[in-house]
């Protein structure tokens, strides 16, 4: 057998970096208090997850949607950074 790809059915995901608390009004923070750890949603099919416990924080979201925004991680307080 030759190395096979996976199916291309798989959602794709990418993580954020994880940085220190931003000082006060320094950053945009998005800070998320609902049920789940699901920050934004949108129609597309790309997660972003936190780049330390991997939970997702924004589902159907390009990154370049999220420039500059800082995203609290409900799961783990991690701030996550987006970068486009
Ligand atoms: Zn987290």
Known sequence: MSNKQRP???KPRVSLAVIPEPEPDTRSVLVYTG???VVMR???NLT???GNCKAPLVVGLNTSQL???VLKCPQCGEFNETLD
């Open 35 to 37: 049920e789940g750890t």
């Open 48 to 50: 972003i997850e936190c």
């Open 67 to 69: 420039q500059n925004l």
């Open 42 to 44: 949108g129609d597309g």
């Open 8 to 10: 291309s059915g798989k």
